[in-house]
């Protein structure tokens, strides 16, 4: 069976895209940390991050840091926290965080976004990146 990133992936289920390439993609997550917070996903379904090819490590590391780039842009913030958990989602998925204290990290009890402020904050994702180029 399609994890849910798959199925987001491939548009059975809507997302909030910011980034697309031939190896992977980036979304705004449901439930956000902070406005911002991002997951970058590998097209491919590979469960544990440890299992996953160098190749496509390293360009998620890559996509990563440019994503990381753009969040310093669209939400000012100290840092850019990155948390791979994997036990929600059996699909490997990196966390992209604005961040300004530890207590900004946190991974349970948080609420759903809307889907306009899911929109909004991909728009302005977007718009950080293409300054970017």
Avoid: Y
Wanted: glycine residues 4%; aromatic residues 4%.
């Amino acid at each position: 069976m399609a994890s849910i990133f798959t199925r987001i992936i491939q548009g059975e289920i809507p997302g909030h895209f910011v980034w697309k390439d031939e190896a992977c993609v980036a979304i705004m997550t449901l439930n956000p940390m902070k406005p911002g917070h991002l997951l970058v996903i590998p097209r491919e379904e590979i469960d544990h991050w440890d299992d996953l090819p160098h190749a496509l490590a390293a360009h998620l590391m890559s996509v990563s840091q440019r994503l990381a780039k753009a969040l310093k842009r669209a939400f000012p913030c100290e840092r850019v926290g990155m948390l791979v958990v994997g036990l929600e989602v059996p699909h490997v998925h990196i966390h992209l965080v604005p961040i300004d204290a530890m207590q900004d990290i946190r991974v349970e009890g948080l609420p759903q976004a809307t889907s306009d402020a899911l929109s909004e904050a991909a728009s302005r994702l977007r718009e950080a990146l293409d300054l970017q180029d």
